[in-house]
């Protein structure tokens, strides 16, 4: 049965590389980006992203509309990465989308999820722990991104924190009990 991962991480924390680690071989995987590449910094980052995935991978690039990019891979794929949700949240407040429209699309997110069309793991920043924005706007974009994260990671099956690079569980599936299981 598909599961969901959603996978946290500050900047710089290794939680993508640790994702690309979790994928699959032999896995038909598409690669979902939500960057876009708006200074030639985040081009050449997009670029060096990339060049460290398999060929092999499909890339879907849904900077706005994620869950429509998402239920457009239903039987076509069989695991999807989205990479990441912080760089969605900011695209949609840079288009002017308010904490209700993006929580919407969230929630739809976390329907797309209990259907399990395939295996799914989601990279997003962890907020939380960083220091408080020095502006009303960058207060606001680390609220709703918090919000982002708690409804997602109610909704997936794992959550891993990845700090300097190590994984920490957060949130695994419950072991199956073989003995209590009928025969």
């Known amino acids: 049965m598909p599961t969901s991962h959603l996978i946290l991480g500050g900047a710089r924390s290794g939680k993508s590389r640790f994702a690309l680690a979790t994928m699959p071989p032999r896995a038909r995987v598409a690669?979902?980006?939500t960057a876009e590449a708006r200074d030639p910094d985040l081009a050449a980052r997009i670029a060096r992203h990339?060049?460290?995935r398999p060929a092999s991978w499909a890339t879907v690039e849904a900077p706005i509309a994620l869950v429509d990019a998402l239920d457009g891979?239903?039987?076509r794929v069989d695991v999807a990465l989205v990479d990441c949700l912080t760089l969605w949240v900011a695209n949609r407040m840079l288009r002017g989308d308010?904490?209700?429209?993006v929580l919407g699309?969230?929630?739809r997110l976390a329907a797309l999820m209990a259907r399990r069309p395939f295996d799914l793991t989601l990279v997003s920043n962890e907020v939380g722990q960083g220091v408080h924005p020095p502006t009303a706007e960058g207060l606001r974009f680390q609220d709703l991104l918090g919000l982002v994260n708690q409804r997602v990671a109610a909704a997936a099956d794992r959550v891993t924190l990845v700090v300097?690079?190590?994984p920490l569980t957060l949130k695994a599936?419950?072991?199956v009990d073989v003995a209590?299981?009928?025969p």
């Open 173 to 175: 599936p419950a072991p």
């Open 180 to 182: 209590l299981q009928s």
């Open 31 to 33: 690669f979902v980006a």
């Open 50 to 52: 990339r060049a460290e």
């Open 105 to 107: 699309e969230i929630d």
């Open 98 to 101: 308010d904490e209700a429209v």
């Open 164 to 166: 300097a690079g190590l």
């Open 73 to 75: 891979l239903a039987g």
